[in-house]
Nanobody
């Protein structure tokens, strides 16, 4: 099994920045995807960004492309989400995810194998 622990959530003004981090532990696999999902009040959980085990495959939701950056640090066993130019519509609980797959294009709530507990991000106007 894989354990995921998010941190870095909080409140920020519109246009500000916030950085989320996720520490992964437990069994490792040769092929996997680390990702970030979010769920806003009254909305379905959706993928925000994902990165494959090699680091060369990256996916961003259209709503965050150009503003968010996903990265991972193999030495520290973490994945981060740098969020810039935040908007009120970015307000949501953000979840770190682990998926036994190779393609970031196909990651979804149904494919995710492990979920973090979530961290709340609130963007005020």
């Amino acid at each position: 099994q894989v354990q995921l622990a998010e941190s870095g959530g909080g409140s920020v003004q519109e246009g500000g920045s916030l950085r989320l981090s996720c520490a992964a532990s437990g069994r490792t696999f040769s092929a996997y995807i680390l990702g970030w999902f979010r769920q806003a009040p009254g909305k379905d959980r959706e993928v925000v960004a994902a990165i494959n085990s090699g680091g060369g495959g990256i996916r961003y939701a259209a709503a965050v492309k150009g503003r968010f950056i996903i990265s991972k640090d193999n030495a520290k066993n973490t994945v981060a989400l740098q969020m810039n130019s935040l908007k009120p519509e970015d307000t949501a609980v953000y979840y770190c995810t682990f998926d036994h797959d190779r393609r970031t294009e196909t990651i979804s709530t149904r494919s995710v194998n492990y979920w973090g507990k979530g961290t709340l991000v609130t963007v005020s106007s």
